[in-house]
């Protein structure tokens, strides 16, 4: 199964930025799929997640009220609307892909998802 993301780039604070993470393959129905983000020297750090069967949606705080997860099952694809970015936004964004189901707080943890995409940059400037 391969995750393809796209959608970063540079953007100025306030600004609006849309990730896409498209799977080659129909794999998460049972499952769920996440964004989280890398700066330099930090640990992966979760940002949102999605159930995909029931389309239920969970967020880190520092994104919360900014950010909206989404998914479009026809495309399996996973979306990251996200707002008002701030320049503490900027890392490298990767979406991830876990095919079974699991209890809730397993979502916010990277060992919990099976396949990863390959990372998009975002840049928000003050």
């Not at 780039?9 to 129909?26: K, Y």
């Not at 794999?27 to 890398?38: D, K, L, P």
């Not at 876990?98 to 919990?112: C, D, M, Q």
Request: hydrophobic fraction near 35%.
């Amino acid at each position: 199964v391969q995750l393809q993301a796209s959608g970063g780039g540079s953007v100025q604070a306030g600004g609006f930025l849309r990730l896409s993470c498209a799977a080659s393959e129909r794999t998460f129905s049972s499952g769920a799929m996440g964004w989280f983000r890398q700066i330099p020297g930090k640990e992966r750090e979760f940002v949102a997640a999605i159930i995909w069967s029931r389309g239920s949606t969970h967020y880190a705080n520092s994104v919360k009220g900014r950010f909206t997860i989404s998914r479009d099952s026809a495309k399996n694809t996973v979306y990251l609307q996200m707002n008002f970015l701030k320049p503490e936004d900027t890392a490298v964004y990767y979406c991830a892909g876990r095919e079974e189901s699991t209890i809730v707080g397993r979502l916010f943890t990277p060992s919990s998802y099976n396949y990863w995409g390959q990372g998009t940059h975002v840049t928000v400037s003050s």
